[in-house]
């Protein structure tokens, strides 16, 4: 177990930093107390200690990052017991540099079954594939909230989803489906 945090977007130090910080929290960790903020993080970083990850209590806020993927595929849960700007409990936000390739291409959260509480956020990430195809009403336990999924992949060719996951799957292989 190990404490989240709650300081939104803004950030302190460089992307160097922000890194280090984030890999001391969160290494070896399963169950985030709190909040899981991913923000400003380089493509030059190794990820992998987040794959340990497997309940968030609070929100998971993932906002102007360059790498490619992030490897929560063990995320099962997120509990939503705060909600970022007052409803969402995942908020994707602008992972993509203009100038560059690097960009979140997929979330991979292979595992994620419940939202308990709050919504869903996707916007503006020009290369996030399989957003669309995911059944976000089947994750969020509050039926009266609408999943916000727009504007992304527009600069990736997204590769179709598995035929045996009958068009709702996290990535384009058999073992990405929902």
Known sequence: VCAGTLNG????GDAQHQYQTLHKMYNNC???MGNL???????????????????????ILIA????????LQNLRVIRGTQFYEEKFALFVLLN??????HA??????????EI????VYIEKNAQLCHVNTVEWRDIM???HLEPLVRDNGKDCACAPCHESCSGHCWGPGPEDCQ
Do not use: K
């Open 37 to 59: 903020e991913i923000v400003l993080i380089d493509h030059t970083q190794d990820l992998s200690f987040l794959q340990t990850i497997r309940e968030v209590t609070g929100y």
């Open 141 to 143: 336990r509050d039926p």
């Open 104 to 113: 979140l291409r997929q979330l991979g959260f292979n595992q994620l079954t």
């Open 116 to 119: 308990l509480a709050g919504g």
């Open 30 to 32: 399963e169950i985030v």
């Open 64 to 71: 102007m990052n360059v790498f490619t993927s992030l490897p």
């Open 9 to 12: 977007l803004s950030v302190t």
């Open 96 to 101: 993509y540099n203009p100038n560059t390739t």
